[in-house]
């Protein structure tokens, strides 16, 4: 049992392993309602604030780190919201278990740059990210990254800039995002340090 400081997160948390061979959200979630896909969410701050915001979206979060994805669905459990469930693995073992165009939306926020020239292929943006996006994102669906390394940003908009599946939307106007809450950890970490941050959008076409 997923126990955490006494509190069974099991019904929302689970090591990939442990978890469904393909992933059936109707049941999972008990509704129909639209998926949305965070990968390296982390500790889970992007899906507690967009779950409580919008209760008609269920949210998957997938974290290869236990200890940061334990802790985000303790928060889930301990709020009582019932729209996030946290999945501990690398996200590319568990692509192939979602079912074609299950995604309205995938979100990528601060993923690791990987900064050494020989671990550049594991970077979650990289071509073969296309093909996840074609899968996975129905028609019209959504892809938005953040990142706060500009060589890395660099990359997202040549590799997502060349996939002829996606359209780059306007960006969103940062005075707009100032106002509102910080979408993640690291989002909240960098600009207090007053770190620039780069974001782009993508509809799936
Ligand atoms: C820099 S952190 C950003 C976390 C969160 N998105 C945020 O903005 O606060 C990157 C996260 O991605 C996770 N990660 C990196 N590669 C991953 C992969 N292939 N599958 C799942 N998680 C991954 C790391 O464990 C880490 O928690």
């Excluded at 992933?23 to 889970?44: I, M, R, T």
């Excluded at 899906?47 to 998957?60: D, E, S, T």
């Excluded at 995938?106 to 996006?133: A, L, Q, S």
């Excluded at 074609?134 to 028609?139: F, M, Q, V």
Aim: charged share 25%; net charge positive; with cysteine.
């Amino acid at each position: 049992m997923a126990k955490l400081r006494g509190l069974d997160v099991s019904t929302i948390w689970w090591e990939g392993n442990t978890g469904p061979e393909r992933y059936d959200f109707a049941s999972l979630f008990g509704n129909d309602h639209p998926v949305e896909l965070d990968l390296g969410c982390g500790k889970g701050l992007f899906l507690y604030n967009q779950a409580r915001l919008r209760p008609g979206v269920n949210f998957i979060g997938i974290d290869w780190s236990r200890s940061f994805s334990r802790m985000g669905a303790e928060r889930i459990l301990r709020h009582g919201i019932n729209n996030v469930r946290i999945v501990a693995d690398d996200s590319w073992t568990l692509f192939p278990r979602f079912n074609p165009g299950s995604m309205s939306a995938i979100h990528v926020y601060f993923p690791d740059p990987w900064w050494k020239t020989r671990h550049r292929k594991r970077r979650m943006i990289r071509p073969e990210f296309i093909g996840v996006c074609e899968r996975l994102i129905p028609i019209g669906g959504l892809l938005s990254v953040a990142t706060d390394v500009g060589d890395y940003f660099k990359v997202m908009e040549q590799v997502l800039g060349q996939a002829t599946i996606l359209r780059r939307l306007p960006d969103i106007d940062p005075d707009v995002d100032l106002r509102s809450d910080y979408l993640t950890h690291f989002e909240r970490k960098y600009r207090l340090e007053g770190r620039s941050i780069w974001r782009a959008r993508f509809e799936r076409i």
